[in-house]
């Protein structure tokens, strides 16, 4: 998986409670990514960042948030957790943000809210 | 109306048979295509890039485009066991995901 890990990789949680997943890369990529992959919607952006402290929203931003302190990690995190966020969850990394700049993907983690 | 529209299958061949997975899409500025393939319980890797209208071959898989109908798809040829998986198609720039075809080659 190109150097990339996602933890955890499961994860059950009660509905408001805060979560936070963890993308760690050893590629030294620019660009991170976080996806949610549900049935019927395939991949869909949440955030994404192009560099230290600089992050972006995707299409499906409401009720996540992001950080990237160091180039090697980029965190997501609920808040408050709902059951319509019960999904699973991809980070990817691309040395640039053209089209032509090759995604690779983690693992995923898959998050159960209850 | 979806960015990307692609049947989600599931799909179901006998080994050697030819597969045709397909995509449309509705925005005509797009100029990057892409394909992922994605195993279970795994996440996509990029398995074709394809710049504007035209073909492109690698091995057994042909990805083209014909962009006058906004329409992709990808051709796998003596498909085997191995290539079942689910095949998502993707457009640029911010990569824009079809829902993925989930597609199972019986031996």
Known sequence: ?114 | QKEVEQDPGPLSVPEGAIVSLNCTYSNSAFQYFMWYRQYSRKGPELLMYTYSSGNKEDGRFTAQVDKSSKYISLFIRDSQPSDSATYLCAVSRQLTFGSGTQLTVLP
């Open chain 1, 1 to 114: 998986d190109a150097g990339i890990t996602q933890s955890p990789r499961h994860k059950v949680t009660e509905t408001g409670t805060p979560v936070t997943l963890r993308c760690h890369q050893t590629e030294n990529h620019r660009y991170m990514y976080w996806y949610r992959q549900d049935p019927g919607h395939g991949l869909r952006l949440i955030h994404y960042s192009y560099g230290v402290k600089d992050t972006d929203k995707g299409e499906v931003s409401d009720g996540y948030s992001v950080s990237r302190s160091k180039t090697e990690d980029f965190l997501l995190t609920l808040e408050s957790a709902t059951s319509s966020q019960t999904s699973v969850y991809f980070c990817a990394i691309s040395e640039g943000g053209q089209a032509t700049d090759t995604q690779y993907f983690g693992p995923g983690t898959r998050l159960t809210v209850l």
